[in-house]
């Protein structure tokens, strides 16, 4: 089976779900009839190691070496058997093939347990909601990072899921460190990695291997595989691209990367890789190459083809998840934040609704790179379109939007598309906290599958947040989490700490901030980064506007993304590191809510300036904007049961109407007068989701006078139509 194209996502990326770059690659290749063939290595050595005769081998090198052992991994070595005769049903289990093997995990006398359980005793309170399945998978999960730990020690020091040997990789100014670690032996992973890619290899016997580098800790066994490559099939070209390439080696110069690929792509890979598999076949020339370095006379030269223009996000093809092995991956749950365990557990399409970002201007992020500079969304129909496509390939219909942000318009045109096409997904997405995110296009997306969004608070303060130009300030992003969370979608916010001039107060104030958002019900989730100053950044590009200095004007001949800086404004940010996450684990789980803040930090902080009812008194504000004459009305819900009646009171008598409406799961009537009810149940005809021709508020209020009915605002803005949101008109 010879193909012109084999495209890798080295190990390891995720263990749940195939990371999308080399799907979104094929399906482009499928547009331009070149065949290709992708491999997820990262869960083919998964599944390769975690297994009765991976593990086997595992422990005969232990056992053989002779090396010392820590007390963990001796018991472990003791309970060799155990752990031999139980890896294959635990991981049928966390496949989702084996569900009933959860009654036993959670009697915990199936599974040996290490050094991973001990920290259970402290989490036994976060399982009492948590059902057997869930429960099950979490011991698993136990289970196999005791495992991972025992590599680790014992056989490869690199070795940790979805994190392979990150260090090496992490702001590698120099390549010195790695290029060294490339010329040792092969550790048994390096060993099961190159015979799962010979076998490929063999099969395919393909021209070009283009390598997806996504993250630092894919980077090493990106170069192994290179390594291997080239000794073995000189003749086949190696291409590198991904997320690595394009934030640390766009200033590379090393030529000594170049004994491991032939080629380093930036930003989006369509063209490129066009360009590259037509060089391979002698179609065109090194000259021709579009944003690619390449070796020529011993040195790194940068090619950039500008009569080579790039595709359109309409011409890129549906993302093909076609060739992995999409019933193998494992479905884990490491730790109970909500949102990172739906990061880590079932099977995600990933999709994105547009190219870049339609914001663009937060200091902290890397804005003057193409892949967030250069804005373009995509239509709804083409995308519902792909969505459909690709759940016919999968079998799943869950996706997860992998935008810098996803834009509110572009979030409403695919809810009202997935409707209208009676589509069943589930979907969540990374959002910018703004304003139109309103109560009723919170209740459209609800309706149309979304459970969750995800988006940057940063740090909780309004002079940070200008700072940082996020264009939000904590009052509205309190106001649009209630909108989401009263329309049952989880929320959770990414946290930032130590930007640029934040001092000890501001440090404390946020993390108030963010208590009274859990206390409020209206934030389910959150994690805390500690800022890192980036040299694609407005940051990392103008430090001194922001008050900071670079420690060295020094650029590495390999990685250059993160950059070490002074901030003597500011508070000593990395000591604040454990008591914020510290609190706010226990704030994920209800608890400490009401503690004082000092409780999380074992050196004096200053007290919150921050009034204890500040967000509570921001909810209470009334945010309910008049809408606008252009604002779209739709309604959602089925024809009301429409009944008259006469209603009589001191001799008067009056016609009124009563309009029923059933949901799934209540029903919900309303009364007016018999003129206005019986417009109503017009209007709500013209206004329902499968007319393509939406009608704007004024078409209504043109619609109601028509009728020579009196007042309208009067009828639209008061009870009882302003509760007929509940049913499903909404106004957008």
Known sequence: MSVPVFLITPPFTQLNTPY??????????????IRSFQSDLGIEVTLALFCQEGLQELFNRINQSGKPLSENAARMVALEDDYIHTINDVVLFLQGHNPTLAHRICKRDFLPEASRFAQLEDLDWAFGSMGTQDKGKHFATMYLEDLSDLIGECVDEHFGFSRYAEKLGRSANSFDELYNALQQEYTFVDELLIRLLKAHMERLQPKLVAISVPFPGNLYSSLRCGQWIKQNYPGVKVAMGGGFANTELRSLSDPRVFEFYDYITLDDGEAPLE????LVEGHRSTEELKRTFTLQGGAVQYINNNSCTDYKQAQVGTPDYSDFLLDKYISAIEVVNPMHRMWSDGRWNKLTMAHGCYWGKCTFCDVSLDYIKLYEPIAASLLADRMEEMMKQT????????????????????????????????????????????????????????????????????????????????????????HFTEADIMVHAYLMYGFPTQTEQETIDSLEMVRQLFAAGILQSAFWHLFTMTVHSPVGMQPEKFKVKRESELVGAFANNDLVHIDETGAEHEEFAFGLKKSLFNYMHGIGLNDPLSKWFEFKVPKTKIAPDYIQKVLEQDVYAAAKPTSRIVYLGKPPIVEHFTKSKKGSSWEVTSLTFQDKRTKFSISVSREQGEWLAGMLQALAITNLKMLTLQDVMDSYQAAGLEDFELFWDNKPVNTLHKVGLLRL
């Open 20 to 33: 999308p770059a080399t799907a979104y690659l094929k399906g482009f290749l499928n547009t331009k009839n």
């Open 395 to 482: 079998g799943q219909n869950g996706f997860h939007f992998v935008d810098e942000a996803a834009p509110p318009a572009m979030m409403r045109a695919l809810a009202l598309e997935i409707i209208r096409r009676k589509l069943t997904v589930s979907w969540w997405a990374n959002v910018r906290f703004e304003k139109s995110f309103t109560r009723d296009l919170c209740l459209l997306l609800k309706r149309s599958g979304c459970i969750a969004v995800s988006g940057g608070l940063e740090v909780a303060s309004d002079r940070l947040l200008e700072l940082i130009q996020k264009g939000i300030t904590v009052a509205q992003v309190a106001q649009v989490n209630k």
């Open 275 to 278: 360009q590259l598999v037509q």
